[in-house]
């Protein structure tokens, strides 16, 4: 267990070589005290024969003193060996033996200990050096926190168990309380003994947490930091599983995405070598009609119903029809009440979209129908307008008023104006399914080479709504410009049709009204697979539709007249009317 010199031998060897070396100290030590022994004058005293009987009692009782004396020395002398061997054990046992009994390997393997000793001590005194100076580097060049900063910080509480030390103080308060009932002499005596520890702990810097009050608040802020950031910990495992799951979401419907992008790749293909596709006419109310070769005339569904058509000036004529044979309003200034309809659709708050086509040289009318808009249509209302265009950059500034908006969206401009008619209802209806449906509560789809002179108000909102052409309201149905060729889905007979409706005013619910133009798209594409193009395009289509499913709501000709016509004494006022212009001009 001592530590030799030769501590880096082997167990066995060590203990070996430590035994015989202590055997020859132990024969060392009893040589010198012999040698001792024999040089002391006590000793040699005691040696010498006593005196004979002849020197009677006093020389027996000097040599008996003198023998006593002896014994005493010899067994003081035997004390100092003890001691000094003891001491010469102890001395090796530290490794500060004489350094005389050691040899120069062990010297050796010492000094080299001692030189890798000092420069391990040398190599972390740097590098304490250099952390030391990269830390007042770095709180030198770091900005100093604000006060308030550091006053919001919390004490870290995390390296202190509060409960412990809170219930050790009680149980040492409860050992006192129990000790001053017993003895208080020993309660004050412990008392002072523990202000002392105290005191001394202070002095060493040691801060002393023995107030109840503050261990048990310290103890709730650190329950209320653990509550907290486990409300953290669980809002965010929460928020991580709700991000994985979005995102799967999203994968998923990226998926969905990519799929119906590619069928409808597929389907447009199709549709633009002519084929007419099954679920295009199931869209459009199409799927009972069935289509033949050219020759032969193509089956309409259901029995046609027979009936007069309804005359706007039948009975009185300077006055306007009011009703419809289905029921529906013919709406007309006078028919209605303007502050209790406002009353009545105000509080709905809603939206009102308007589509326009701003196509070649149509883009010069743009402005002048967004400020007649912004002066009499919906006012009071969330207007949106969407305005289509193959050249965003020619549609002017206008300014609006709150709550009204403006989009431009861009589309593919087409050579010829009657390839541009029939596309507008393909795209009325694909801007519905992919924004407006969202956006908007009514759409109303109107041309855009026409001017607002009066209000246009919550009068004129239904589930589908129509417009009376003003060319035609005191024409008999069968001088209609109708699509008189059977072969085209948009064919009317003669004895057919109620009023001549105009394309450039039609409108309702946005769902109403995605419907009905997906159907005229669907009849125009029919019309195309066959190799046919309607009359008066869209507008042929459209009529063809109204007589199918009747508008909800018509509006009489001052919602839609043209100012190349005087106006009738039948209409009181015109609300919305077409423009003068070149037409020659603005379709070359």
Avoid at 373 to 385: I, L, P, S, T
Wanted: proline share 6%; aromatic share 8%; net charge positive.
């Amino acid at each position: 267990k001592t530590q030799g010199s030769e501590a880096a031998r082997p167990p066995k060897k060590k203990k070996k070589k430590t035994q015989k070396k202590l055997q020859e100290q132990e024969e060392k030590a009893e040589h010198k005290a012999k040698r001792l022994r024999e040089k002391s004058p006590a000793a040699s005293e005691a040696k010498k024969p006593l005196a004979a009987a002849a020197e009677g009692g006093a020389s027996s009782s000097a040599g008996a003193t003198a023998g006593g004396v002896a014994t005493g020395s010899d067994s003081i002398f035997a004390l100092d060996v003890l001691r000094q061997r003891l001491h010469e054990k102890i001395q090796e046992a530290r490794g500060q033996g004489s350094t005389r009994e050691l040899s120069a390997t062990t010297l050796e393997r010492r000094r080299r200990r001692k030189q890798e000793r000092d420069r391990k001590k040398r190599k972390r005194k740097e590098l304490r050096a250099k952390e030391k100076a990269a830390k007042s580097e770095e709180s030198v060049g770091a900005p100093a926190p604000a006060p308030e900063e550091a006053c919001k910080e919390p004490a870290d509480l995390q390296g202190l168990i509060f409960n412990r030390l809170l219930e050790r103080l009680q149980a040492r308060q409860g050992r006192l309380e129990q000790l001053r009932d017993q003895d208080q002499g020993k309660a004050q005596e412990l008392e002072a003994k523990m202000k002392w520890t105290n005191l001394l702990y202070k002095a060493e810097g040691v801060k002393i947490r023995d107030d109840e009050h503050l261990l048990q608040e310290a103890l709730k802020r650190k329950e209320k930091r653990r509550a907290q950031r486990k409300r953290r910990w669980e809002k965010r495992s929460a928020q991580v599983v709700e991000k994985m799951q979005q995102r799967q979401d999203r994968r998923r419907q990226n998926l969905r995405k990519k799929k119906a992008a590619r069928a409808e790749q597929r389907l447009q293909k199709a549709r633009k070598k002519g084929r007419i596709l099954p679920q295009d006419l199931e869209r459009a109310g199409l799927d009972t009609m069935k289509l033949q070769d050219r020759g032969e005339k193509p089956f309409q569904p259901g029995a046609r119903p027979q009936y007069p058509q309804p005359k706007l000036l039948e009975h009185r004529p300077s006055e306007l029809l009011t009703l419809t044979p289905w029921l529906a309003p013919i709406v007309s200034e006078g028919t209605f009440n303007p502050e209790l309809l406002q009353s009545i659709y105000q509080p709905l708050n809603l939206t009102v979209g308007v589509t326009l086509f701003a196509v070649g040289k149509y883009t010069s009318f743009v402005q002048r129908f967004l400020e007649s808009a912004e002066k009499f249509f919906m006012c009071g209302y969330r207007v949106h307008y969407y305005v289509f265009t193959h050249d965003p950059t020619a549609i002017p500034w206008v300014p609006l008023g709150p709550d009204r908006l403006l989009s431009v969206i861009p589309i593919h401009g087409h050579s010829h104006w009657k390839e541009i008619s029939t596309r507008r209802m393909e795209t009325i209806s694909r801007h519905i399914a992919e924004r407006a449906h969202r956006e908007v509560d009514y759409l109303f789809c109107l041309d855009v080479d026409m001017e607002f002179r009066n209000p246009w108000g919550p009068e004129t909102l239904g589930d589908l709504v129509a417009a009376i052409h003003p060319g035609y309201y005191t024409t008999p149905r069968r001088h209609f410009p109708y699509e008189r060729r059977p072969l085209s889905t948009a064919f009317v007979a003669d004895d057919e049709g109620d009023f001549y409706y105009g394309g450039a005013v039609f409108g309702g619910q946005v769902a109403k009204v995605y419907e009905f133009t997906s159907g005229c798209h669907m009849g125009i594409l029919a019309d195309k697979a066959n190799g046919l193009m309607a009359a008066w395009q869209e507008e042929s289509h459209l009529n063809r539709r109204f007589i199918w499913y009747k508008p909800s709501k018509v509006l009489s000709p001052e919602y839609l007249w043209d100012d190349t016509k005087p106006q009738p004494p039948d209409l009181k006022l015109i609300r919305f009317s077409t423009l003068d212009k070149n037409i020659k001009w603005l379709r070359d």
